[in-house]
């Protein structure tokens, strides 16, 4: 005789400790969670309403400068320590756990233009507007000790900016001539020169740690690599780029902010199209910087707002911005993916979050869980309509607000003109062209 019986093994069902959650069983036929899709639609909703409500970005403010901050310069081995330069010639060092200044010192005549770290984190190196490198210890001078530089080395040209090699002892700096320096002598070892007056901005790539590249004063980038005795290549945009930054992950893309409102994202093996034209400021783009990660970098601008862009597309996910925050000259975003600082002209640097609704302080693995839930949710529905303008929906100052209707009607009206110029003439002579196109005049090799 066969007789059924029912079995449960209490491990499935009983918890071990009172503290442990209880287990539920659930089955995940679809046929008895009819409504699932309904659901799951609200709820994302309700998160990305809520990311909204919880949108608090600005962390603290850093005051202590008597002018306008100029550069920044991140620890590579501490995430606390911040180093920024002025336009009267001071670096301060920053505690950012603590929110204070833990040294200030005047370090030049004049501007400081960049501030670089050696690659150990123990010497960190500024130039300044008086033809000066000076390399400063990392550590604190003892109680009593004042403020001295380590080497002082002095350049025969003007230096507008300076950028460490990752992985060995030499640095680089920019000015009249591209120099490749090393740290343990005081003449550079390579002078790298294309005919072009001034070089205000340079920087390494992370990745490829011999290529480096800087930006002209005659509109152009050009890319460099120090084992060759001669520059690799040039491109001339239709305007001048001030602030150049490697993508930290893909080795062959950097992102350059220009003066005519826009950053491009370039591939160095094919420089003739831009990759992106990132769109949104409305006025000059001033400094540029990646997230460690690779995939998004953030962007300052003279029209006194902080943008940040996803690495592949046109438009800018969050905008910052204060009343009393003025013309952002440098930006710069922490090494631990999580904050963003921005120096502006009224001497102040702010602390941003990148992520402007996270939560700061500890996080309980069941809160972790279900803010990853929540983010599935927002990205499995990002593209339905309500989802989407909610998510993407900003308010931006008046001032940014009128310049970007201004700068829409600019725009209408030149495609119109275009559009009209080529309906009367023949067939073929006024050619279409593409906005990545349009700001690239020529690729010199």
């Known amino acids: 005789m066969k007789v059924k019986m029912i079995s449960r093994n209490p491990d499935n069902y009983v918890r071990e400790t009172k503290l442990q959650q209880h287990k539920i069983p659930r089955n995940y036929d679809p046929a008895l969670h009819p409504l699932e899709g309904p659901r799951e639609y609200v709820r994302a909703l309700n998160a990305t309403k ?115 090699n990752r992985k060995s002892n030499s640095f680089a700096t920019c000015g009249e001539v591209c120099a490749i320096w090393d740290e343990q002598h005081n003449d550079p070892i ?84 831009p990759l992106k034209v990132h769109f949104d400021h409305v006025s000059a783009v001033t400094d540029v910087d990646y997230a460690p990660t690779g995939k998004e970098f953030v962007s300052s601008s003279y029209d006194k707002t902080v943008r940040i862009y996803h690495a592949h597309q046109s438009h800018s996910r969050d905008i910052y911005h204060t009343k009393r925050m003025q013309h952002v000259v440098c930006v710069a975003w922490s090494l631990d993916n999580r904050y963003i600082f921005s120096g502006s002209d009224e001497m102040n640097i702010r602390m941003w979050k990148a992520n402007a609704s996270e939560k700061l302080g500890i996080i309980r693995p069941r809160e972790r869980a279900n803010f990853n839930y929540q983010e599935a949710l927002k990205d499995k529905y990002a593209a339905h309509p309500q989802i989407k303008w909610i998510a993407r929906h900003r308010q931006v100052p008046r001032h940014v607000l009128n310049a970007q209707r201004k700068m829409r009607v600019v725009k209408d009206k030149e495609r119109v003109k275009e559009a009209n110029v080529r309906k009367h003439s023949k067939k073929g002579k006024v050619p279409f062209v593409s906005e990545k196109k349009k700001h690239v005049i020529r690729q010199d090799v």
């Open 190 to 273: 390579k002078t790298l020169k294309w005919g072009v007056d001034t070089l205000h901005t340079i920087s390494y790539n992370p990745v490829e740690t011999d290529v480096l590249a800087c930006c002209a004063s005659d509109r152009s980038i050009i890319l460099y690599d120090q084992r060759e005795a001669q520059p690799l290549r040039k491109v001339v945009l239709t305007m001048k780029s001030n602030k150049l930054a490697w993508n930290p992950m893909e080795a062959f893309n950097f992102t350059v902010a220009n003066e005519d409102c826009n950053l491009y994202t370039f591939d160095t093996r094919k420089l003739k199209t």
């Open 50 to 164: 809520l990311d909204r409500v919880f949108a608090k970005p600005f962390v603290c403010n850093l005051s202590g400068h008597r002018d306008g901050v100029a550069c920044f310069g991140k620890h590579p081995k501490l995430l606390s320590t911040l180093a920024t330069g002025a336009y009267d010639g001071e670096v301060r060092i920053w505690d950012l756990a603590n929110r204070t200044s833990m040294r200030s010192f005047v370090a030049h005549d004049g501007f400081v233009r960049g501030i670089a770290y050696a690659r150990n984190g123990e010497r960190f190196f500024t130039v300044g507007d008086d033809k000066t490198v000076k390399v400063w210890n990392s550590q604190a001078p003892d109680v009593g000790e004042e403020e001295e530089p380590v080497n002082t080395i002095l350049s025969r040209h003007i230096l507008h900016g300076i950028s460490h």
